[in-house]
């Protein structure tokens, strides 16, 4: 019988449409308020701490909540290390019956700081757009809750979205054509102010993704999506923290600000593209970034970028692109 029990018990754990993993204490405590929006832009590859501790000073401690479509609980003593919270919770939510479960959304909702993880993009939209859990991240981004991404997480934050819906696309692919099959595009997950009209794009550097970044800027205003663009690139190990649109930058590489200069001279499928004189404002060290009037202070280093049939050329003293 004990085995009976023990059988039933595992059969409906594997039944749930998703998996929960908890350490800490998880009992819900009513907390302030935060006074301002937070976000966290996190470009990939290794976590950068600093960022995760600023998130946890911003939401007051309480409940720190990873969600993710894919993966590990990994994170759970990670951030739990840090001190300053009262649990980490890691949500698997893969599917979309698992995006509309009520435990789920009730964690969710109870989160005083949520991060999602890096995996795949167009799983995040395939399962979560348009459901109870979209409502609920945006109901946590209304009252100031921080929240955060990293790589895929990173792209699902930005008003327009690369969704690679069908598999990764290199610049080389995008700008020789930016109607390529894998330049796939979405848009409006989320509605967060400081990322209105923006696309973001992780591991900037380390992939070599400034062509494709442009690609997608150049798309989405030849689309009628938006009469200009904005683009962030983030390098890997970096982050930018975003508080009330005033930016910081940490980790170890370099933030991109992009902003196009109205139509594409030449945005067709199956033809390399144009698109001149993109501003570039690179943030290194330790400068600040005000996306509200999209400009930088301190350590930004200002230059444009054309993409020209299909190659980039770059104002920067040798041509460099980064």
Known sequence: MVSLALC????????????????????????PRP???????MGGGPDVDAAFKWMISKGGGGNFVVIRASGTDAYNPYILAMGGVRSVETIVISGRTAASDPFVLRRIRGADALFIAG??????????KDTPLESALQELANRNVPLGGTSAGLAVLGQFIYSGMNQSVTSAAALANPYDKNVTLDRDFLALPPLARAITDSHLDSRDRMGRLITFMARVVNDGWTSSALGIGIDVETALLVENAQAVRVGLGSVYFLRSVGLPQVCAPKTPLTYENVGVQRLSGGGSFDLGNWAGYGSTVNYAISAMKGTLVSTQPGGAIY
């Open 8 to 31: 039933a018990a595992q059969l409906a754990h594997a039944e749930k449409p998703y998996r929960y993993y908890a350490v800490g204490d998880t009992t819900d405590v009513a907390l």
């Open 35 to 41: 006074a301002n929006p937070a976000l966290v832009l």
């Open 119 to 128: 995996g795949d993009q167009s799983d995040y939209l395939k399962y979560w």
